[in-house]
T-cell receptor
Framework: DQQVKQNSPSLSVQEGRISILNCDYTNSMFDYFLWYKKYPAEGPTFLISISSIKDKNEDGRFTVFLNKSAKHLSLHIVPSQPGDSAVYFCAASAQGGSEKLVFGKGTKLTVNP | DVKVTQSSRYLVKRTGEKVFLECVQD?????MFWYRQDPGLGLRLIYF???????EKGDIPEGYSVSREKKERFSLILESASTNQTSMYLC???????????????FGNGTRLTVT
């Protein structure tokens, strides 16, 4: 059973507009959530995270929102740039450990110039 | 910066061969991981290790084993390679997470393994 779901396999946006990537989870024990970005032929890189005690975390153009009651989080990229084109993975863990991170299947973002 | 180095970017092996995938990290991280990435399936954990000679099964350990003789090195072993093990293999490392801090994973660039 998928505990972390990214229901959109792909997303296409215009440069300068907002990109919103969504992630849903089913395990109420998850208390830490992360987003990783992956370019082709490279390993994923950590992008941004949020603890369950917060509902928003911001880092430059990237903001993650967490709605615990809906078990939903989203990553907003504003403004989107062509260099943001990558696969984005949502991940979650219980008790704050990276030892048992659960990843979603990823969303491929394409930002068109 | 943390560097996680996987010894091969591309490997082609025959069915039944024993395959070794090597990974080295240079940041004295306690945790090391092996994932595989397949289209439509995301990242799936094969094994992880939180200390030398310690290992724990992940979600898909069947057909794989691991070895961690030194803190910086974590090897993935395919005892008898099969075509369904054709995949991108990703090694990662992290600090041991504390009760209030979370240590993100640092990934290598992956090894694309093809089993024919």
């Amino acid at each position: 059973d998928q505990q972390v779901k990214q229901n959109s396999p792909s997303l296409s946006v215009q440069e300068g507009r907002i990109s919103i990537l969504n992630c849903d989870y089913t395990n109420s024990m998850f208390d830490y959530f992360l987003w990783y970005k992956k370019y082709p032929a490279e390993g994923p890189t950590f992008l941004i995270s949020i603890s369950s005690i917060k509902d928003k975390n911001e880092d430059g153009r990237f903001t993650v929102f967490l709605n615990k009651s809906a078990k939903h989080l989203s990553l907003h990229i504003v403004p989107s740039q062509p260099g943001d084109s990558a696969v984005y993975f949502c991940a979650a863990s219980a008790q704050g450990g990276s030892e048992k991170l659960v990843f979603g299947k990823g969303t491929k973002l394409t930002v068109n110039p | 910066d943390v560097k996680v180095t996987q010894s091969s970017r591309y490997l082609v092996k025959r069915t039944g061969e024993k395959v070794f995938l090597e990974c080295v990290q240079d940041m004295d991280h306690e945790n090391m991981f092996w994932y595989r990435q397949d289209p439509g399936l995301g990242l799936r954990l094969i094994y992880f290790s939180y200390d030398v000679k310690m290992k724990e099964k992940g979600d898909i350990p069947e057909g794989y084993s691991v070895s961690r003789e030194k803190k910086e090195r974590f090897s993935l072993i395919l005892e008898s390679a099969s075509t369904n093990q054709t995949s991108m293999y990703l090694c990662a490392s992290s600090l041991l997470s504390g009760s209030t801090e979370h240590s993100p994973l640092h990934f290598g660039n992956g090894t694309r393994l093809t089993v024919t």
